[in-house]
C-alpha cells in the first residue's frame, strides 16, 4: 500500500463507519419494528457484528498505525480527526475482552432480572446481582483509569463526555445545589396561585402522530433523511444520513409524546446537519454525550417549553384536537413550566430534574470510588430526595433507587451528562439572545432561524473538531458556566 | 482447533448467516422504510457487508475443509447440509472477482438507464447499454459452465433451480406450448358470455391493509415472527425467523394487494416454517426458487383463486368495504379468474402467465448460447407474443421486450422458475386432493388445514435436505410432471 498510515487509518474506520451502519439500522429495527420472535436471531446477528467491530478496532497493526501517523503532515482537521481515532481505539483496547465478557453477561443479568424486580419492589434481589455489576464497574473504572491517567470516576464519565472531570462536574454541581431547592420552593409557592387547566383526553395515537409530524416539520427536521417511529423507550438512533428518531404515546397524556418528540427531534437535527464531507469519520461525529444533551434540551427546554413558543404549539394543537381551554397559550406554557417535586427522574420537570442527577452522580461517584457499597444505596437516595426535593423514598424501591437502567448493566458517569447538557443548553440561548434581543419576538412570529441558525454554525457543523471546552468557547465566549442556567430558570419560573 | 472440518464448516456459516441477517434486514429497510437520503449511505454500508460475505466464502482455507469434511463420518442431515455449504462455495468461487465486478457495474448502470428508457419506448439506447451486459453474462456463464460441467444456460439456471437442465424445461414447456393456446382461446370464448361486476372503489389504502392483515391471519400468517409493510415492489424478506413482506396499494384497484398479499403470504409461511433445529445452516434454506414460487402459487393460485376461496374472502371484503355485489362469492371467484391476454407479464392472469415465461424462456436461452443477438429480441418477442397470446407487440418496447427488469442487470436463467412453481404448485394440489378428496368442501368451511399441514410436512420443514428432484418425488410420488397444471387449468377454467 502506497497510502499514508493516516490514509490507512481513515479507510479502516470508514469500514467501520459501513459496518455500524448496519449495527445501527439493526438496533433501530429491533426497538422500533422487530417482532417478538425475531429477537434470538437479531440478538446473534448483533452480537457477531460488535465481535466483528472489536476485532477491527483491537487489531494490533493500528498502534503501529497510530504512531506513524502522528508524525505525518496533515491538516488541521485531519489532526482532529486522529485525535478522535485514538481516542476510540484507546477506549476498543483498554480492557480485556475477558473483562468486557463479564461485565455485558453480568449486566444482562442484572438488567434483565431487574425489569421484574423494579415492579416488585424487591431490592433484596437487586442487590445480589448488582453487587457483581458494582466490582466488575470498579475493575472497568481502575483499568480505564490505569490507560488514560484519569481518576478511576473520571476514566468512566471521559467515555460519554471526554475532558470533563468530576472536579469540575463538582465545582457546577455544588453552586447547583446551593440555590436549586430554595428556587424550587420559590416557583411552587408562586404557581400555587396559578390556575391551570389540563387538555381533555383521550388522545388517540395515530392523531398525537400527525401533530408530532407536525411539530417537527416546525423545528426543521428532514423528512427525506429521516423517520418517526414507535418505540417503548424513544430514543434518536439510526445514522447521521438517516435519522430514526421515536416517541411513544399515551392515549391519556398528550404532553409526553409532544415533549418528548420535540427532545428527540433536537438529537435528530445535530446528527442531519454534521459536518457531510467528513462523514464516516470521527471527526465527523458528535461532541459528546452532554452536548448532544444540549441540543435536545435546546429544543425542549430553552425553545419547547418557553412562552413564545406556546403560541406556535397552540394552532397546531387546536387543528388536531380541537378548541380546548387548554390550549389557550398562556395555559400551555403553564402546563409545560408546572413544578411538581416528584419520585421519578424521567417524569420530572425543568426544574426538579438536575435534583434527580445531582444525587444519581453522588452516590455513583462514591460507589466507584469504593468509600460506599451497594447496600448503603437506598439510605442515602431517600437523604438526598429528602434534602434536595422534600421527597420521602424510605421502602419505595421501585420509584427511588430502582428507577435507573443505566446501573443495571454497569454504566456509571452517564447521569452528569444530562444536567451539563441543560447548563451547556441555557448557555448557547444566552448566547443567542446575545446576538438576537428580539429572539422571543421572532420565535412567536415563527421565526426559529435565529437559534437553528446559530446552533448549526457553532455546534452541528463543529462535529468533534473541537474539544468541548474548546467548543464552548468558541461557540459562547466561555466554558461551561452554570450562572446561565440559573438565569434562565429564574427568569422562565420567577420572572 | 479440536473441531471436526466439518463442525468448522457450519461454525462459518453460521457466522455468515449472522451477517446475512443484517443485511436482509438492511435490505428490507432499504425497500419499505428508508428514506431518499439514506440511499448512499446504505448502498455503501451493504456493499461493505457483500464484500466481507464474498471474502468469507472465498477463503482458501474452505478448499481444504471441505475436501476434509467429505471424509468424515457425519449423518444423513449433515451430508446433505455438507452439500449444499459445497454448493455455495462453488458458486462463489466459480466467478474472478474482476468479473462480478464488471457485470454488477454494467448492470447497475443498464438498469438504471432501463428505469427511463421504459417509459421513453427508448430501444435503441436499452440496446447500447444491454450489448455489453449480455456479453458479460454469456461470460459469466462460460465460466460457470466450465466450473460445473453444465451447458452454458443450465450452469445459469442452476444457480436459482439447482438439478434443472434445460433439457427437463423444454420438455415440459414444450407440452406447455403445445396446449395453452387453445385452451385459452377456448376459455375466452366461454368467459365471454359471463357477466362480471367489478368492485367499485375508491379503496383507502388503511382499509386495503387492514384486509391484508386479516388475510393473512386467515392464511396461518405468523405475526410474531414477521411484518407487512408498503414498498414499491412487493416481495417477501428478512430471514425465517422474522419475515418481512411487503405489498403496494392502488386506490382504484383492490385487486392487486389483496391477490399480492395472499401471494406473497405463502412465500413468508414457507420461510416462517423450515426447520428451526438446522437454522443458520444451508440444509434448513428453501430449496429452490421454483419451489419457494410453488408455494407462493399454492396460497395464490390453488387456493386463493379457487371457488372454494372466494366463499371465505366474501365476509372479510363486506367487513372491510361494505356489502357490494362485486362480493358475491360467485362473482369474486369470476373475477379472480378472467382471463384477458395482455402484454406485460406481472399483470397477467393464471392462464396466460405461462405464455410470458415461455416467450422469454426461449429468448434468453438463444442469447446465451449465442444463435441470436440483443438486437434480434424484437422480433423475437413479437413473433412469441403473436403466437403465444395473439398480441401485436410492434414498436411497443415498453411494454414489449423492455418490461422486465431481469434482464438489466443481467440475471438470465430465472424466468423459468416461475412455470415451474406454477407446475409444482398444482402437482402439491394434485397430491393433497389425493389424501383430501373433500378439499374444497374443507376450504369452504374455513378448515385450510389439509393444505397447510401437507405443505408444512413435506415442503417446508425439508428445508434443502432433498433435491427438487426427490423433494417432489418424496412429496407427491413423481418428478414434475405438467399434467398437473394443465388438469388444474382445465378443471378451473372448463370445469
Known amino acids: 500500500m502506497n497510502n499514508t498510515a493516516y490514509e490507512q487509518l481513515t479507510g479502516i ?3 467501520l463507519h459501513h459496518f455500524q451502519h448496519l449495527q445501527s439500522i439493526a438496533g433501530w429495527d429491533q426497538a422500533a419494528m422487530m417482532p417478538s420472535k425475531g429477537s434470538t436471531a437479531r440478538a446473534n446477528a448483533m452480537a457477531e457484528m460488535e465481535g466483528l467491530l472489536h476485532r477491527m478496532r483491537t487489531d494490533p497493526k493500528l498502534a503501529e498505525l497510530l504512531r506513524r501517523a502522528a508524525g505525518e503532515d496533515i491538516d488541521p482537521f485531519a489532526r482532529a480527526n486522529l485525535g478522535e481515532i485514538r481516542r476510540e481505539w484507546l477506549s476498543a483496547n483498554a480492557l480485556p475482552q475477558a473483562l468486557v465478557e463479564k461485565l455485558s453477561l ?6 434483565h432480572a431487574w425489569r421484574a424486580q423494579r415492579p416488585a419492589n424487591d431490592w433484596a434481589s437487586f442487590l445480589a446481582n448488582f453487587r457483581e455489576v458494582l466490582k466488575l464497574g470498579r475493575e472497568v473504572a481502575q483499568r480505564l483509569a490505569d490507560e488514560t491517567g484519569l481518576a478511576p470516576y473520571d476514566a468512566l464519565m471521559d467515555q460519554y463526555e471526554p475532558g470533563t472531570t468530576s472536579a469540575e462536574v463538582d465545582r457546577v454541581f455544588v453552586d447547583l445545589q446551593q440555590w436549586l431547592p430554595g428556587l424550587v420552593a420559590q416557583v411552587r409557592e408562586r404557581q400555587a396561585r396559578d390556575a391551570v387547566i389540563d387538555a381533555v383526553g383521550p388522545f388517540p395515537k395515530a392523531t398525537q402522530r400527525a401533530l408530532s409530524l407536525d411539530v417537527m416539520t416546525l423545528l426543521g427536521f428532514d423528512f427525506d433523511g429521516g423517520r418517526l417511529d414507535e418505540s417503548a423507550h424513544p430514543f434518536s438512533g439510526g445514522v447521521p444520513e438517516d435519522t430514526r428518531l421515536t416517541t411513544r404515546y399515551r392515549e391519556d397524556d398528550l404532553m409526553q409524546s409532544l415533549m418528548g ?3 428527540e427531534t ?3 437535527r445535530y446528527e442531519q446537519n454534521l459536518p457531510r464531507v467528513w462523514l464516516g469519520q470521527p471527526v465527523a461525529q458528535a461532541r459528546s454525550m452532554g452536548i448532544h444533551e444540549s441540543q435536545s434540551l435546546a429544543f425542549e427546554m430553552q425553545l419547547g ?11 397546531l394543537l387546536r387543528r388536531h384536537f380541537g378548541d380546548q381551554p387548554a390550549f389557550e397559550p398562556g395555559n400551555l406554557h403553564r402546563l409545560m413550566t408546572r413544578v411538581v417535586p416528584g419520585f421519578v427522574r424521567v417524569d420530572a420537570d425543568e426544574l426538579t430534574y438536575p435534583a434527580h442527577v445531582i444525587l444519581r452522580y453522588g452516590i455513583e461517584k462514591q460507589l466507584i470510588a469504593g468509600s460506599i457499597e451497594a447496600d448503603d444505596i437506598p439510605a442515602l437516595w431517600d437523604e438526598g430526595m429528602q434534602s434536595l426535593l422534600g421527597i420521602d423514598t424510605r421502602g419505595n424501591y421501585r420509584d427511588g433507587c430502582l428507577q435507573d437502567v443505566h446501573w443495571t448493566h454497569g454504566a456509571f458517569g452517564y447521569f452528569p451528562c444530562y444536567t451539563l447538557g441543560a447548563m451547556y443548553a441555557a448557555q448557547w ?5 446575545r446576538l438576537h434581543p428580539d429572539l422571543d419576538a421572532r420565535i412567536a412570529r415563527g421565526d426559529l432561524a435565529p437559534a437553528f441558525d446559530w446552533l448549526r454554525e457553532h455546534i452541528w457543523l463543529q462535529g468533534s473538531r473541537w474539544s468541548t471546552a474548546e467548543l464552548a468557547t468558541r461557540a459562547s ?5 452554570p450562572q446561565h442556567l440559573r438565569r434562565h430558570l429564574e427568569a422562565r419560573y420567577l420572572g
Open 429 to 433: 440561548f444566552a448566547a443567542i439572545r
Open 266 to 268: 433536537g438529537h435528530a
Open 261 to 263: 418528540t420535540i427532545h
Open 305 to 315: 417549553r418557553g412562552r413564545a413558543f406556546a403560541g406556535l404549539l397552540a394552532p
Open 106 to 111: 453480568a449486566g444482562a443479568r442484572c438488567e
Open 13 to 15: 474506520w470508514t469500514r
Open 477 to 481: 465566549g466561555e466554558t461551561l458556566n
